[in-house]
């Protein structure tokens, strides 16, 4: 049982770091064209690089006409192991329920305070970095029986 749980979660690892490596926040970009003669629009969206897919928006705190346009941008460090963090625990349940499941195991009846005095959720990846395999066998084990 503790080979499959400690494979699973090696696995969940790889597909986090794959996963958050390719996250991006999508950041809109806005300018108002209340000053711009719908005549000159078009001078105006080449002059400020705004791209082909922009669209029109209303302001209405500030009463303006806007041209948006969505961009992508990298996560920084700190967001990527936030999403790790928020992700792992159910990413790695799910390939250890698939490796407890196929090596005949299942899905049991547990006591889900006992499960989160042993292992809380928002501890799960600090946990697997910190190598502790004792404490994540223990709070996945308990969910399983043969």
């Not at 705190?61 to 920084?76: A, F, M, P, Q, T």
Request: proline share 2%; with cysteine; glycine share 2%.
């Amino acid at each position: 049982m503790n080979e499959l749980i400690i494979s699973a979660l090696h696995e969940a690892k790889k597909l986090i770091d794959k996963q958050a490596a390719s996250q991006t926040n999508r950041l809109t970009n806005e300018l108002s064209i209340n000053e711009v003669i719908p005549s000159e629009l078009n001078y105006f969206i080449k002059e400020n690089n705004i791209p082909f897919n922009s669209y029109f928006d209303f302001d209405c705190d500030k009463n303006e006409v806007l041209i948006c346009w969505d961009i992508e941008d990298k996560l920084s460090e700190k967001e990527r192991l936030e999403y790790k963090k928020r992700r792992f625990p159910n990413v790695a349940y799910s390939f250890i329920f698939k490796n407890m499941v196929k090596a005949g195991f299942n899905r049991t009846a547990y006591n889900v305070k006992e499960q989160t005095d042993i292992l809380n959720k928002n501890e799960v990846y600090e946990a697997y970095l910190k190598k502790d395999f004792d404490k994540l066998v223990n709070g996945y084990s308990i969910m399983f029986k043969k």
